[in-house]
Structure formats: C-alpha cells, structure tokens
C-alpha cells in the first residue's frame, strides 16, 4: 500500500517523526559542510587581490546582507535558487575574511587560521552535541540573545569608528565568541526540534555561528599570539 494509506500507531508515528528529524538534521550539515567549502573557495580564490577586497570590503558586506535578509527569503520554496543564494552567500563571507587572513599570513602567522579552524570546530561540535542531549529548554533565549546581538553590534561600531581601542576590541571579540556559542545551542536546539521549515535556513544559522565564533578566535589567537 502506499506510505499515505497506512494507519500508523503512536510508537509508528514516533519513529517517522524521529527518523525524519534525523534527516533533516543530516541534511542541514551536509548543506553546512558545502557552506564552508564554498567560504573557503572564496577565500582562496580572492587572496591575491586582498587590498582590493579592503577597499570594497562594504561593498560585498552589503551584497551579504542583502542575500542573508531578501535573496533567501525571496528563493525559499525554490530548491535550486534557494541553494544558489546559500552558496552565494556563503561565497561572499569567505571573500570578506581575505584581509584578516592575508593579515596573519603576512605576519608569519598562517598556523594561526588552522588552529583556530580546530578550535572552533572541536567548540561547535561539542555545543552542538551538548544542545541536541540536554534535557534543557532553551527556546526562551531567543530574545535575549537577539537583544545582546544588538548591543554588540552598537558597541562594535562605536568602537571601530570613534573609540578605536584595543582593549575594547578584545572585549567585544570574546563576547562575540561567547555570544555565538550560546547561539549555537540554542539553533542546534531548534532545529532538532523541528523549527525550521527548510535545512537551507537551518544551514545558514548553523553556518553565522560557526563564522563568528571562527573569525572572532582568529582575532583573538591573533592578538595574543602575536608578540614572539
């Protein structure tokens, strides 16, 4: 008979449930995984024009957010333009890491981007894992992690276009690690419980907070590792 004519029983219903949120889950990291090789491609690609990149670097910040907030929410329900937006995007925030990478490597200190590529991986996997077997609800945090974002990002621009301090910039980095940790729980957590509708949305959280929290150890790996 047809998978839409049988009767299921509750334990029945249970496993499709969980074995489908299974797939999801599967399918959201895989989608997370090509995100990363298509940052990585952007990286590599644009690294001998790292000055240009600098000078445009608003420029592709703004062609990020305009994908992030209009060209996903414009293509979702369309599999393939929705992907190509993803990988776009994607594309784009590799581009963007060029200066800082070009930075460290001019520096002698090239080891630094796989160390903190470590790092943040050995992090995200144990949050993740952390989120997905805690019996913990962390639903309720998505206000105030919302409302920090915005404060962080008000002092980030404060400080980088009147107080240009040091210190505060290693402040702001590490809150901006914490931050994007306790954001991967808590997506982790919703999308193991079947909050989003699409694994390219699902993706495209997970993949904001592993960039965060990797760009945000590079600079602090950086800014402590750099005195010899």
Not at 88 to 103: D, E, I
Not at 143 to 155: D, N, S
Not at 198 to 204: E, F, I, K
């Amino acid at each position: 008979m047809a998978l839409y004519d049988r009767n299921y029983t509750t334990a029945d219903a249970g496993y499709v449930q969980e074995g489908a949120s299974v797939a999801f889950m599967k399918q959201t990291y895989q989608l997370m995984a090509a995100s990363m090789i298509a940052a990585a491609a952007g990286a590599y690609v644009t690294m001998p024009f790292a000055e240009q990149v600098m000078q445009f670097k608003w420029i592709i910040f703004g062609a990020e957010l305009l994908i992030l907030f209009f060209g996903l929410r414009m293509t979702r329900g369309h599999q393939g333009a929705n992907l190509a937006m993803l990988f776009a995007f994607t594309f784009l925030t590799g581009v963007s890491l060029v200066p800082l990478l070009a930075s460290l490597i001019g520096m002698g200190q090239g080891a630094m981007i796989g160390n903190a590529f470590l790092m943040t991986s050995v992090l995200f996997g144990a949050l993740s894992m952390f989120a997905i077997n805690s019996k913990s609800d962390f639903s309720s945090w998505g206000k105030p992690l919302f409302i920090t974002l915005i404060v962080v990002i008000v002092a980030s621009l404060i400080n980088y276009f009147l107080l240009q301090s040091p210190m505060m910039h290693i402040i702001i980095t590490a809150g901006i690690l914490l931050l994007f940790s306790i954001f991967t729980i808590y997506d982790t957590q919703n999308i193991a419980n079947g909050a989003y509708d699409s694994p390219v949305d699902a993706a495209v959280s997970l993949y904001i907070d592993f960039l965060n929290m990797f760009t945000a150890m590079l600079q602090l790996l950086g800014i402590f590792g750099g005195d010899d």
